[in-house]
């Protein structure tokens, strides 16, 4: 299946892996209005289709450079919540584990995007950053609190209030992206990153997604208590059961 909006384009393999494609690569896939309604609309037709894998590219020289900032100009500053929506929460709110494929620059919102998925890989010439301090702003789109969580207080608050960018290395080093490749490996190296995704019962993966992020910054007794509930629904699959029989067979 193949689907092509204005500003993104949408491929599924044999119902298993979406690939999702930020397309307005003459403007380094900045986040206007029109494409993030048709990335909304895309999220909604993948999950409609249950597939295993979603990756989150960008066209031409960058994931993405942050957003539009001509839209800025246009919002009531009073309903800049309204006028986003739950954009950012896209890829965190998707079933299926999502893998932000970074090949250049992810910069303001097109890093809080990159950081709402579940995985990222980065290739050796990609560039990220919140740079919106150099705008009198900070970012808006979950940069402040995302981007703690991933690499902690202090590196957060250094690339925040400095607005600098880091090489895809160090923001591997920091645990910002998950795997860093050569640029002319990604396609090879995405295919074995995102292999052991399918091989999983999917209802378990998607439990697991669902508990990690409902936990996150929770306290710990909440946190435990959404891991059992979890627990205990797969328990009861006939799925689960099977799987464990089999196990204990081999033994």
């Not at 001509?70 to 986003?84: E, S």
């Not at 990609?126 to 740079?131: E, H, T």
């Not at 690499?151 to 690339?159: D, F, N, P, S, Y």
């Not at 979890?230 to 689960?240: I, K, P, R, V």
């Given at each position: ?20 494609e ?11 209005q ?11 037709l ?19 450079a ?83 969580r ?14 600098k ?10 645990g ?68 464990i ?7």
């Open positions: 299946m193949s689907t092509e909006f204005d500003y993104v384009n949408l491929e599924i393999d044999n119902e298993e892996i979406a690939r999702v930020l397309d307005r690569p003459d403007h380094l896939n900045s986040l206007n029109e494409l993030r309604s048709e990335l909304t609309e895309v999220f909604g993948v999950e409609k289709k249950s597939v295993s894998v979603v990756t989150l590219w960008g066209a031409g020289k960058a994931f993405s942050g957003a539009d900032l001509g839209d800025f100009l246009k919002i009531d500053p009073d309903l800049y919540t309204q006028f986003m929506g739950d954009f950012f929460n896209l890829p965190e709110k998707c079933s299926a584990p999502t893998v932000a494929v970074i090949d250049g620059y992810a910069l303001g919102g097109g890093l809080e995007l990159a950081m709402a998925c579940d995985l990222r890989v980065a290739t050796d010439r990609s560039r990220l950053g919140q740079p919106e301090i150099g705008l009198g702003l900070i970012p808006g789109g979950g940069g402040t609190q995302r981007l703690t991933l690499v902690g207080m202090g590196r957060a608050k250094e690339l925040i209030m400095t607005g960018q880091i090489s895809a290395k160090r923001a591997g080093d920091w910002l992206v998950n795997k860093v490749v050569e640029a002319q490996e990604l396609d090879d190296a995405l295919v074995d990153f995102i292999k052991p995704l399918l091989d999983p019962p999917q209802k378990a993966l998607r439990v697991a997604k669902r508990v990690i992020d409902q936990g996150a910054g929770r306290d710990l007794p909440i946190g435990l208590e959404i891991e059992k509930q979890g627990f205990s629904t797969l328990l009861s699959t006939e799925e689960a059961r099977e799987r029989s089999a196990f204990l067979n081999k033994s």
